[in-house]
């Protein structure tokens, strides 16, 4: 019989491809493995602990439950680890065996894969050879191949019109039938936007226009028809000009749907990268449209072309770390000689506090400097100031106390001493080793803070000896820097 605590771990996996295949359900999966459990004798008294992923694919292991069985693996609290077959557990080979031979070995973990008639326990040091290989290889080539129909499947009903996405673009709605229909609440205001920018109005014209109307933002408009899922905190009824942008370029609003734009750079990965024009699917007439192709085309024609990303970005010190303390945007900074930071997404709302907040470059920088300045001699002082006592000395104080708890019992035990003493003078002992104690802590936090301290005074001295902002010492201090209507300035501290 196994000496308790000894843990086995049953590991499930089931994905969205398996459900389709009986065999595999989670239900079928862990009553195999509990058979086995139950039919080898060196396991009875064994605690049985169960893991399972559902609807994940093996490729990867960004598991929630393979990840806390690895955890525990680390932590030494599983003895064993039980699955069906290799696939379940994972089909990416090289992970595969690199758990098999280096990670389960290291920390005694035994690893049974009951189809493929595997038991590191009965290997003596061997990993299984080719056959076990071959094994993890087929598994691996197998979800690729998987892979590829499902894509390949997809794909055709991409082009048959039959795929859509869940999520309906703004304007649109889901009908009885799952397809897309005009939102009558919501396809005028995409109407007005083009319109709009036909008759020459630029974004920020559409967005002014589209706030004067008290038309609801995409956010607001689904979160009052409960879709949570948004964070309507920073709205304000106000539109960003990036949203007004998306729907003039988005052809969905001429009954075109286009799919198939991004592809996943790997098998069982999350990455995803754009495709080029080409490769999209575009099917014609696919549900109603909201406006005709010929307002689409003309407001293209009127469109700015952008020509792609600069490749010399200006790098200043204040860089993407101000915003708007009123409404939480970041603000803008102006091209012009003097630059300042403005907030741009109030310009529309006269009403607002932070309509027209302005503060020049020049201006916060200075602010900023003296600020950092401030707080790194604030800290140097205060770290200074402070007297630390030797962790050594405390440490032979509490040894001293403990010691003189064990004779102490030694006494009571003997009975030179009656229950009555034993317990105040324990009491006594206990209370002053918890002081000990404490004081040790206290020091130890000290003498960390020093070490901070010495850090602070090497970024002082950097900023004396620059005497300025640099994007490195601002990086380093400042996770942003809140700018108020009523002129304060507030940083946010690292």
Not at 40 to 69: H, I, K, M, W, Y
Not at 98 to 107: A, D, M, N, Q, S
Not at 420 to 440: F, I, M, N, S, W
């Amino acid at each position: 019989m196994i000496k308790t605590p000894y843990i086995i771990a049953l590991y499930v996996r089931l994905s969205v491809e398996d459900c389709k295949v009986d065999s595999f359900s989670v239900e079928n999966q862990k009553i195999a493995l509990h058979q086995y459990v139950d039919t080898v004798e060196s396991f009875e008294g064994a605690e049985v602990q169960e893991f399972t992923d559902n609807g994940f694919s093996g490729t990867n292991f960004e598991r929630p439950a393979v990840q806390r069985l690895l955890d525990l693996v680390q932590k030494g609290a599983v003895n064993c680890i039980i699955v069906k077959d290799f696939s379940r557990f994972g089909r990416n080979s090289v992970e595969v065996e690199y758990y098999l031979e280096r990670v389960f070995p290291l920390y005694n973990v035994r690893f049974i894969s009951i189809n493929d008639g595997y038991d590191s326990a009965q290997l003596r040091g061997d990993t299984g050879g080719l056959s076990v290989a071959f094994k993890y290889l087929i598994a691996e080539l197998y979800s690729r191949d998987l892979s590829q129909k499902y894509k390949s499947a997809k794909y055709m009903k991409f082009k048959r019109g039959e795929y859509q996405s869940k999520i309906c673009p703004y304007g649109y709605r889901k009908s009885i039938d799952g397809r897309m229909e005009p939102d009558e609440e919501t396809a005028a205001g995409v109407k007005l936007i083009f319109e709009l920018a036909q008759s020459g109005l630029g974004a920020k014209q559409i967005v002014r226009a589209m706030h004067e109307r008290g038309i609801a933002t995409p956010a607001e408009y689904k979160a009052a028809h409960g879709f949570n899922g948004h964070d309507i905190s920073r709205c304000h009824g106000i539109w960003q000009e990036s949203t007004v942008a998306r729907i003039l370029m988005d052809e969905r609003y001429t009954g075109t749907y286009i799919i198939g734009k991004r592809e996943v750079t790997e098998v069982g990965g999350h990455k995803v990268k754009l495709k080029d024009e080409s490769q999209w699917v575009k099917i014609p007439d696919h549900h109603p449209a909201i406006i005709s192709k010929e307002l689409y085309d003309r407001v293209q024609a009127l469109r700015p072309k952008v020509s792609g990303m600069k490749k010399n970005v200006n790098t200043y010190p204040l860089r993407g770390k101000v915003f708007c303390g009123c409404c939480g945007h970041t603000m803008a900074r102006t091209s012009s000689k003097n630059h300042a930071y403005i907030c741009r997404h109030s310009s529309v709302d006269e009403a607002a506090p932070c309509n027209g907040l302005r503060i020049f470059e020049s201006e916060l920088e200075h602010i900023v400097y003296d600020m950092v300045l401030l707080r790194l001699q604030t800290l140097a002082a205060s770290e200074n100031c402070a007297s630390t006592s030797a962790p050594e000395e405390l440490d032979q104080k509490i040894a001293a106390c403990q010691e003189r708890k064990r004779k102490l019992y030694e006494q009571f035990v003997v009975q030179e001493i009656n229950w009555e003493d034993y317990k105040v003078q324990k009491a006594k002992l206990d209370g002053e080793l918890d002081r000990h104690r404490q004081t040790l802590a206290n020091v130890s936090t000290r003498i960390a803070g020093r070490r901070d301290a010495e850090d602070q005074a090497s970024l002082l001295q950097r900023l004396q000896a620059e005497n300025h902002l640099t994007v490195e010492l601002v990086d380093e201090l400042i996770d942003r820097v809140e700018i108020y209507s009523d002129g304060r300035v507030e940083p946010i501290w690292r």
